[in-house]
């Protein structure tokens, strides 16, 4: 997820011009967030969760769920009222990540120029988190499968019952460790191969019934 992060935000630095971007990802309790990635990298961002009450902008990007344009940060009242008021940031957006009409994180875009975007920039902005959120979302959906197949890889070498697994076109998928010391064979050679290899009869007339 990190790296898929830090390269959207490297693609986004070719369509809009800032000094930094950051990434954060609203925690599961909904309270507090957390940066996630950085662009440029120089030090990293460094996963501790923060209250939305210290960022009262990054607040109300998440809680209305749209963009938020700050066109000078010396003269908005929000700015100064968070901990980010001693920074060198004079233009900023903040765009929601949004997966199903819930907001997952957000997008932040920083320049040390005063009135340098436009509602446009805020446009283009938030088209590119839509990407970003999608991206989130498949990395986390990969993480959930990869846990459950290393669950079920550790049941499956852990149990003593033989377990063989077939394909759709009867060719052999798995077999697990027990399964290779009952048949006597060594799974890596059999793989992909048709079941009548492991010269089972009862075994293949059982599948093709």
Avoid at 77 to 94: F, I, L
Avoid at 107 to 133: G, V
Wanted: hydrophobic share 45%.
């Amino acid at each position: 997820l990190d790296t898929a992060l830090t390269a959207a935000l490297a693609y986004l630095s070719k369509m809009i011009e800032f000094d930094r971007a950051h990434i954060g990802i609203i925690d599961n309790d909904g309270t507090t967030w957390a940066p996630r990635a950085s662009f440029p990298t120089g030090k990293e961002a460094v996963p501790i969760s923060v209250p939305f009450d210290s960022y009262p902008l990054i607040a109300q990007v998440v809680q209305e769920k749209r963009a938020v344009l700050v066109t000078d940060t010396h003269e908005n009242s929000q700015w100064k009222r968070g901990r980010y008021s001693q920074t060198e940031v004079r233009s900023w957006m903040g765009v929601p990540l949004i997966v199903r009409d819930k907001s997952i994180g957000l997008l932040a875009i920083d320049k040390y120029e005063a009135d340098f975007y436009t509602d446009e920039d805020a446009e283009n902005a938030s088209a590119f988190a839509t990407q970003i959120s999608t991206a989130i979302q498949n990395a986390r959906m990969f993480q959930a499968l990869q846990l459950q197949r290393d669950r079920l890889s550790a049941i499956l070498t852990d149990t003593t019952d033989a377990v063989i697994v077939l394909d759709q076109a009867g060719n052999l998928w798995l077999l697990n460790p027990a399964a290779e010391r009952y048949l006597r064979v060594e799974g890596a050679k059999v793989l992909g191969r048709p079941v009548s290899v492991l010269n089972l009869p009862e075994f293949s007339a059982a599948f093709e019934t």
